[in-house]
């Protein structure tokens, strides 16, 4: 077999290289050259069509569920998990203990209000770039001591604002986190 050939492990026929994906995070092995699929380009059509045909009913039932979800749902489930995402980004990144998860912030969720300030949390679209509407309301996970780490003692859902009022609140907006605070830290051991 030469450097241009390889053998589909499908049809076992020997083939030229371009007649296989190309595919860059695979890795050698005895059988396979780097970064090429392991079946030739026919074979591999072959088998998804098979997929498709053996499976039509289950993708036709999960594209069902999918059209038929609210945006709203969506919505929620994307912040619920952006949040968390970006909890576990700054965890690994300052070395913070993190044991919540997806399942702690939708119960924390089911009733969407600011844990500091009491006001309900808005669920929808982060715009960024626009200047839609206030970011204010939006919810947030905050840490209540920030030299901790992300555990479901040490953490809290709250609005953006409550978020920011560390830095520049009123003196009534910090004496209502300070109440806050002091609640979680009641039962913290």
């Known amino acids: 077999m030469c450097a241009d ?8 026929l020997v083939k030229p290289i371009t007649e296989f994906y190309y595919h860059s995070r695979t890795f ?3 059988k396979a050259k780097a970064g090429y699929s392991a079946r030739c380009k026919e074979c591999d059509l072959a088998a998804q069509n098979d997929y498709r045909l053996r499976s039509a009913e289950q993708i036709k039932a999960r594209k069902r569920i999918k059209y038929h979800e609210s945006k709203e749902d969506r919505i929620y489930r994307s912040i619920n998990q952006t949040m968390l995402d970006n909890a576990k980004r700054r965890a690994k990144k300052y ?3 993190i044991d919540i998860d997806q399942g702690w912030i939708d ?3 089911a009733n969407p209000v600011c844990f500091y300030l009491g006001t309900p949390l808005e669920i929808r679209e982060r715009k960024y770039g626009s200047k839609k509407g206030s970011y204010d309301s ?3 996970l905050d840490r209540v001591d920030n030299m901790k780490g992300y ?3 040490n953490t809290v859902i709250c609005s953006y604002k409550a978020n920011t009022i560390k830095r520049n609140g009123t003196v009534k907006e910090i004496e209502m986190i300070l109440e806050g605070i002091k609640k979680v830290l009641s039962r913290i051991p």
Do not use: V
Request: charged share 25%.
């Open 151 to 153: 555990t479901k003692d």
């Open 138 to 140: 939006l919810p947030t």
């Open 95 to 97: 070395n913070l203990a």
């Open 5 to 12: 050939t390889k053998t589909c492990s499908k049809c076992l």
């Open 28 to 30: 050698e092995t005895k």
């Open 107 to 109: 119960a924390q969720m």
